[in-house]
């Protein structure tokens, strides 16, 4: 999970009985502190790793593959500028193990609704140069 904040999607990703292991990079120490806290006073039994780190250097460093990368990064005013970048939908791609999963949560508050805004159609453009299965979910908020 690249993007953190408090932990908003730690549960609904671990309630999935078929994740092994959850991974949370984020390089917002407050944010991290913040979602410790709170999983540890009220999901003690809840098991995954946070890592303080920028998503793109972590990707670039972390030897692992992955079945499932969920996109969750955002700055105060909007999308993270990795998503338009492709040297982070490369890294994105050298991680994924073949049949993967990605997920994004690419609707802000400023795009909520509007699913063919300009953002989005660059996010999906870049993501449509790594997988040929793209999907939006409107009502979940996310494209697969």
């Known amino acids: 999970m690249l993007g953190l904040g408090a932990g908003g999607?730690?549960?609904?990703i671990l309630a999935d009985n078929t994740v092994d292991l959850?991974?949370?990079v984020d390089n917002n120490q407050k944010s991290i502190q913040e979602c410790k806290n709170i999983y540890?006073?009220?999901?003690?039994?809840l098991i995954f790793d946070i890592i303080y780190s920028?998503?793109?250097?972590?990707?670039?460093?972390?030897e692992k593959l992955f079945d499932w990368i969920w996109i969750d990064l955002?700055?105060?005013?909007?999308?993270?500028?990795?998503?338009?970048?492709?040297i982070f939908w490369e890294n994105i791609s050298r991680k994924s193990?073949?049949?993967?999963?990605?997920?994004i949560n690419i609707c802000t508050i400023p795009t909520y609704m509007n699913y063919y805004?300009?953002?989005?159609?660059?996010?999906?453009s870049l993501c449509d140069k790594f997988y040929?299965?793209?999907k939006l979910l409107p009502n979940k908020r996310t494209v697969h």
């Open 9 to 12: 999607g730690v549960r609904q």
């Open 22 to 24: 959850l991974v949370c």
């Open 40 to 45: 540890n006073m009220h999901f003690p039994n």
């Open 54 to 62: 920028d998503a793109l250097d972590y990707l670039k460093t972390e």
């Open 74 to 86: 955002f700055t105060e005013i909007g999308h993270s500028e990795l998503l338009y970048d492709v």
């Open 97 to 103: 193990k073949l049949n993967s999963y990605i997920s």
């Open 117 to 124: 805004s300009n953002d989005l159609y660059k996010i999906t």
């Open 132 to 134: 040929k299965n793209i």
